[in-house]
């Protein structure tokens, strides 16, 4: 089991910005490739972002393209998700999730049976 602790949310006016952390424990944290999901009230849950194991592969939805940012600190079993740019459609409970995944390659970010273990979320509020 891999057990994953989301922190960083809150509340945010339009453009602004914050940094999402996601600790993770239970397991080598370097077989694993991580992701960032979202899902705002009344839809369903998105794809927002994932990482590879060591950094080297990342990708990103469209709509979150250029303006976040995905990274993970090995040594801190942790992956973070900068934030830039804020807007209300932002609005959105964050989920970090990981897949045993110890390739350098993409592609596993497209399904997400993938993503076995899953943290709780924090909350990001973006007001106008």
């Known amino acids: 089991q891999v057990q994953l602790g989301e922190s960083g949310g809150g509340l945010v006016q339009a453009g602004g910005s914050l940094r999402l952390s996601c600790a993770a424990s239970g397991r080598t944290f370097t077989n694993y490739a991580m992701g960032w999901f979202r899902q705002a009230a009344g839809k369903e849950r998105e794809f927002v972002a994932a990482?590879?194991?060591?950094?080297?592969?990342?990708a990103y939805s469209d709509s979150v393209k250029g303006r976040f940012t995905i990274s993970r600190d090995n040594a801190k079993n942790t992956v973070y998700l900068q934030i830039n740019d804020l807007n209300p459609e932002d609005t959105a409970l964050y989920y970090c999730?990981?897949?045993?995944?110890?390739?350098?390659?993409?592609?596993?970010?497209?399904?997400?049976?993938?993503?076995?273990?899953w943290g709780q979320g924090t909350q990001v509020t973006v007001s106008s």
């Open positions: 990482i590879n194991w060591s950094g080297s592969y990342t």
């Open positions: 999730a990981a897949a045993f995944y110890p390739a350098a390659a993409g592609g596993f970010e497209k399904n997400r049976a993938n993503f076995k273990f």
